[in-house]
């Protein structure tokens, strides 16, 4: 699909989005090991959440969706069933790791694989811990999906994790729910916290000691009533569009604030942002608010370090906010980017050069000069979700109409995103 984007005047009025990508999976994954039905109330709609909802079906879990709410009928720590055939992932790096955690603990055989960008992404990174856990996994050239996974009974582990990922921690912490006795991961850097707070939300018993947690095994898991909050990662492009636009003045109603990932309004404030949040609140251990954003000159800055892994996904959308601040934009210590649904060091840095961006590709980030002015392109998703948004925020600053190739790819968090933004637009 083509989408066809005109300079913006102004992004204003008051929005909602869809439910956090993040909490819906590890809802959905809870909700099918738990006892009882759970109720998830705005389950985010995006294609990515659909294939965890598909996989879990196809492992005989009830699942039934109306609209935005989805309930599951939970099956127990052992109650899932050998699927029929191959379990589709999708699009989706998260379904297919923090679901391996569970897979692990079963006494059937899974395979489990996705589309064509899922089967260019690494898994030896979950491989490792469950394998130290008893389950015996096969990969394609030993780290690829397919995945074929040949459940045990597991060992519970103290796991250090050797990269700075929130999917890995979950895919042990899950397993771990399956192991008689304790299992700990100590993470390199604190990552989103949200399997953590979700599991202590359906009963199981967690610690968190500074970067460690520990889950104790085979926990009476509880089905409850959950409602998600907004998606920040999908509100930080119309944040982004705001601030760009002169003019604008936009609130996201309701979106998710965990302080591990709420890092982008402390960021972004930093620059010069001008960000409001109000009418904090707590759904189900999560923090939510509104947020008020207004057009704002922005000074630029740098990604580095324990921050480039609290922004990550967020990384596309900055770099073309980097672009028009007045000091440019550095990113460093980003090399996980290059294993994401596309290497977006490469597809940030090819779209902001068809738009007459300069941007220097580096092999762990990337170096964008300010004040520099957006050129109409013909610009490509490359079939990544968030570089088709990133590049839709940077149109509406370009001199004419831009095009973007592949905006379909949207939909892998945001099904909706073209309309809403063009309902913003004038
Ligand atoms: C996610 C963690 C991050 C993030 C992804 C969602 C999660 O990936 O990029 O979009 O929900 O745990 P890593 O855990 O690989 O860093």
């Excluded at 002169?246 to 309701?254: M, Q």
């Excluded at 900055?318 to 977006?344: F, P, Y």
Aim: aromatic share 4%; net charge negative; proline share 5%.
């Amino acid at each position: 699909m083509l989408q066809r984007i005109s300079p913006a005047s102004a992004i204003s009025g008051r929005i909602a989005l869809p439910g956090d990508k993040s909490i819906s999976h590890r809802y959905a994954m809870i909700a099918a090991i738990a006892e009882g039905e759970t109720r998830i109330r705005n389950y985010s709609t995006g294609a990515d959440c659909h294939s965890t909802l598909a996989c879990l079906r196809a492992l005989g879990v009830p699942v039934e969706v109306h609209g935005t709410e989805v309930v599951i009928g939970g099956r127990g720590l052992d109650g899932l069933r050998p699927p029929a055939g191959l379990l589709d992932a999708g699009n989706s790096g998260s379904t297919i790791r923090m679901l391996s955690g569970i897979l692990a603990a079963q006494p059937f055989r899974t395979r489990i694989a996705g589309d064509e960008s899922l089967a260019r992404r690494p898994m030896r990174r979950i491989m490792q811990s469950l394998a130290e856990m008893g389950a015996r996994i096969a990969a394609r050239e030993e780290q690829f999906p397919p995945l074929e996974i040949e459940g045990a009974r597991l060992r519970p582990i103290d796991y250090v994790l050797p990269v700075a990922s929130a999917q890995v921690k979950t895919c042990v912490l899950f397993a771990g729910l399956f192991a008689e006795g304790a299992t700990s991961v100590t993470e390199p850097v604190r990552s989103r916290d949200h399997t953590e707070i979700a599991l202590a939300e359906f009963g199981a018993e967690v610690r968190v000691e500074r970067r460690k947690i520990t889950v104790t095994g085979r926990p009476k898991l509880s089905g409850r009533e959950l409602e998600v909050p907004s998606d920040l990662s999908s509100a930080a492009f119309f944040l982004a569009a705001a601030l760009l636009v002169p003019g604008s003045r936009l609130t996201i109603a309701g979106v998710g604030l965990n302080p591990t990932r709420a890092a982008l309004l402390d960021f972004l404030s930093g620059m010069g942002a001008h960000i409001r949040v109000t009418d904090l609140d707590s759904h189900n251990g999560e923090l939510v608010g509104d947020i008020l954003v207004e057009h704002s000159a922005l000074r630029g800055g740098e990604i580095s370090g324990e921050l480039t892994a609290a922004l990550i996904d967020e990384i596309p959308v900055l770099a073309v906010l980097g672009a028009a601040s007045e000091q440019g934009l550095t990113v460093r210590d980003a090399a996980e980017l290059r294993v994401k649904e596309t290497d977006r060091i490469r597809t940030v840095v090819d779209n902001l050069r068809r738009m007459g961006v300069a941007a220097e590709e580096l092999p762990d980030g990337m170096a964008i000069p300010g004040r520099q002015k957006f050129r109409a392109a013909e610009l490509d998703s490359f079939g990544d979700h968030r570089i088709a948004m990133a590049f839709a925020v940077a149109a509406l600053v370009a001199g004419g109409e831009s095009v973007v190739h592949g905006a379909e790819a949207a939909s892998v968090s945001f099904p909706g995103f073209w309309e809403t933004l063009g309902g913003l637009a004038s």
